[in-house]
């Protein structure tokens, strides 16, 4: 039966690698464009591998995905485990890189130990999850429980599809997550997350005559990142970048500001942004002065966290309408004053992150720009005390600009020492692995406590894999490790009887 799906179209980078059950669904699943908000395809894709295999399958209206399996191997009437992973991808590409991510497969890469993809994120967050699963799906001979496999849409971006999925369609109420990034530890605990949306009226004006002279101010070479991996390591903020440099062009000077776009996504760490800046001809001089000194200070501040950071200004087409000068300053304003960053670290778990803020993305709208931010944060209490923070900042700037939360208000999951699950599994890892597993308590948001608390799902852990620079176009995974967790996780849910 596992032989007899359709798969997309791949090119065979993998072949040679092992497990082959599982990177044979990896390199499938490259295959089918699935950005946040285009799921479907990989979906239904996901319906057809479990009906091919007769087990039962469900896609609800935003491309969530539930299938089920009983149990085999003398664990058919032992209590049901829920696996879980998400479908969606960020879409990230390197500069100068032309690509598609709505309609073009992810060119993969092997380099030694590593699968990259060539010049734009990999997906292995969290395609490489999603394999183990599939891999597990399609086994006929693994003895385990009956398994209800939850594919969640859209967690990249603000966890929406897990917060509407109708959670009373599942039996189990212990679940294992591989939406981890290293194969050292089990994730035993989290933090949670809320996104929200600022929008501010751009109270449009057509730019005058004499500003005859357009230039395309750009902020490239960031590094970018994970929200909450990378959100310590003090890496520059494009849209941050970008509105400081706006403020320092606009000073003074009758400059107007139009097509303000930057970031992938609200929980990448922004690598790139611009905006086009229409000016007197003879302000270009002084213009390209300010531009040169914020470049060199740049590249103090950022000497170590992000050394190739740089500020530009380019040739560019002439645009009809702007912002209004008054709506530009305030843009600038918000988005310098918005926190992001770390916010608070933890005083009971050294080392972590409490609380940080990611502003991921600004889009132009029909009535002016959308700033797209997350919160992460151990605390509940602390998520909301900053979001009421970012709130208080908005009614101050005024001009109609308003903000709402965006998505799931994803809880936090608390660490239980006395987890069933973790036990049976750090055995199963000194079993196979020859070596005493990290219980990992995280600053990342994953959608643990979603389920913990909806279901309730009274037990889950986290497996996870090495990947590196998640959410950026140098984002990889140790195909080698994934050769050590496969074992695993077949010996963990062998054992949950």
Same mark, same amino acid.
């Given at each position: 039966?596992?032989?007899?799906?359709?798969?997309?179209?791949?090119?065979?980078?993998?072949?040679?690698?092992?497990?082959?059950?599982?990177?044979?669904?990896?390199?499938?699943?490259?295959?089918?464009?699935?950005?946040?908000?285009?799921?479907?395809?990989?979906?239904?894709?996901?319906?057809?591998?479990?009906?091919?295999?007769?087990?039962?399958?469900?896609?609800?209206?935003?491309?969530?995905?539930?299938?089920?399996?009983?149990?085999?191997?003398?664990?058919?009437?032992?209590?049901?485990?829920?696996?879980?992973?998400?479908?969606?991808?960020?879409?990230?590409?390197?500069?100068?890189?032309?690509?598609?991510?709505?309609?073009?497969?992810?060119?993969?890469?092997?380099?030694?130990?590593?699968?990259?993809?060539?010049?734009?994120?990999?997906?292995?967050?969290?395609?490489?999850?999603?394999?183990?699963?599939?891999?597990?799906?399609?086994?006929?001979?693994?003895?385990?429980?009956?398994?209800?496999?939850?594919?969640?849409?859209?967690?990249?971006?603000?966890?929406?599809?897990?917060?509407?999925?109708?959670?009373?369609?599942?039996?189990?109420?212990?679940?294992?997550?591989?939406?981890?990034?290293?194969?050292?530890?089990?994730?035993?605990?989290?933090?949670?997350?809320?996104?929200?949306?600022?929008?501010?009226?751009?109270?449009?004006?057509?730019?005058?005559?004499?500003?005859?002279?357009?230039?395309?101010?750009?902020?490239?070479?960031?590094?970018?990142?994970?929200?909450?991996?990378?959100?310590?390591?003090?890496?520059?903020?494009?849209?941050?970048?970008?509105?400081?440099?706006?403020?320092?062009?606009?000073?003074?000077?009758?400059?107007?500001?139009?097509?303000?776009?930057?970031?992938?996504?609200?929980?990448?760490?922004?690598?790139?942004?611009?905006?086009?800046?229409?000016?007197?001809?003879?302000?270009?001089?002084?213009?390209?002065?300010?531009?040169?000194?914020?470049?060199?200070?740049? *590249? $103090?501040?950022?000497?170590?966290?992000?050394?190739? =950071? +740089?500020?530009? &200004?380019?040739?560019?087409?002439? #645009? @009809?309408? /702007?912002?209004?000068?008054?709506?530009?300053?305030?843009?600038? *304003? $918000?988005?310098?004053?918005?926190?992001?960053?770390? =916010? +608070?670290?933890? &005083?009971?778990?050294?080392?972590? #992150? @409490?609380? /940080?803020?990611?502003?991921?993305?600004?889009?132009?709208?029909?009535?002016?720009?959308?700033?797209?931010?997350?919160?992460?944060?151990?605390?509940?209490?602390?998520?909301?005390?900053?979001?009421?923070?970012?709130?208080?900042?908005?009614?101050?700037?005024?001009?109609?600009?308003?903000?709402?939360?965006?998505?799931?208000?994803?809880?936090?999951?608390?660490?239980?020492?006395?987890?069933?699950?973790?036990?049976?599994?750090?055995?199963?890892?000194?079993?196979?692995?020859?070596?005493?597993?990290?219980?990992?308590?995280?600053?990342?948001?994953?959608?643990?406590?979603?389920?913990?608390?909806?279901?309730?799902?009274?037990?889950?852990?986290?497996?996870?894999?090495?990947?590196?620079?998640?959410?950026?176009?140098?984002?990889?995974?140790?195909?080698?490790?994934?050769?050590?967790?496969?074992?695993?996780?077949?010996?963990?849910?062998?054992?949950?009887?």
């Amino acid at each position: 039966m596992s032989d007899t799906l359709p798969v997309p179209p791949t090119t065979g980078v993998l072949d040679d690698l092992e497990p082959r059950e599982v990177l044979r669904w990896f390199e499938s699943l490259a295959g089918i464009p699935r950005g946040s908000g285009n799921e479907s395809a990989v979906a239904d894709w996901v319906v057809e591998f479990a009906r091919a295999r007769g087990l039962e399958a469900v896609k609800d209206e935003v491309s969530c995905v539930l299938v089920r399996k009983p149990g085999q191997g003398g664990l058919e009437d032992a209590a049901p485990l829920i696996l879980h992973g998400h479908l969606d991808m960020v879409c990230e590409k390197a500069e100068g890189v032309e690509f598609d991510f709505v309609t073009e497969p992810i060119r993969l890469l092997v380099d030694g130990d590593f699968i990259t993809a060539d010049g734009t994120s990999l997906g292995a967050d969290n395609g490489i999850g999603v394999s183990y699963i599939l891999a597990l799906l399609a086994d006929d001979d693994l003895p385990h429980p009956p398994l209800e496999a939850v594919l969640t849409a859209m967690e990249e971006k603000g966890k929406v599809g897990a917060g509407q999925f109708d959670t009373s369609q599942l039996r189990g109420r212990r679940m294992i997550d591989f939406n981890w990034i290293t194969d050292q530890e089990i994730l035993a605990g989290c933090s949670g997350d809320v996104t929200f949306t600022v929008d501010l009226p751009g109270e449009f004006q057509a730019v005058p005559a004499s500003h005859s002279r357009a230039l395309r101010l750009q902020v490239r070479g960031l590094r970018g990142g994970h929200c909450e991996f990378d959100i310590q390591l003090e890496r520059a903020n494009a849209l941050q970048i970008l509105a400081r440099a706006v403020q320092a062009v606009t000073a003074g000077r009758d400059v107007r500001v139009s097509d303000v776009v930057g970031g992938a996504q609200n929980n990448a760490i922004p690598a790139d942004a611009e905006a086009v800046l229409s000016l007197l001809p003879g302000d270009e001089e002084a213009l390209r002065a300010v531009v040169a000194d914020l470049q060199r200070d740049l *590249a $103090v501040e950022y000497d170590l966290a992000d050394p190739d =950071v +740089r500020v530009e &200004l380019v040739e560019t087409a002439a #645009v @009809e309408r /702007s912002l209004s000068p008054v709506a530009a300053r305030r843009f600038a *304003a $918000v988005t310098l004053l918005i926190p992001h960053g770390v =916010v +608070r670290w933890n &005083l009971h778990v050294p080392d972590r #992150v @409490e609380t /940080s803020n990611n502003l991921g993305t600004v889009r132009p709208t029909d009535d002016g720009l959308r700033l797209m931010s997350t919160i992460t944060s151990a605390l509940t209490s602390r998520k909301h005390e900053l979001f009421d923070r970012v709130k208080a900042l908005v009614d101050l700037a005024g001009g109609g600009a308003r903000i709402e939360m965006y998505g799931l208000d994803a809880p936090e999951f608390p660490y239980r020492p006395d987890s069933e699950l973790l036990a049976v599994a750090s055995a199963a890892y000194r079993d196979v692995l020859g070596a005493e597993p990290s219980v990992e308590v995280s600053q990342c948001s994953l959608e643990l406590g979603m389920f913990s608390r909806r279901v309730p799902v009274a037990d889950i852990i986290s497996i996870g894999t090495e990947l590196h620079a998640l959410h950026s176009p140098a984002e990889k995974v140790n195909h080698r490790s994934v050769a050590r967790v496969w074992p695993l996780v077949r010996s963990v849910v062998s054992r949950l009887g």
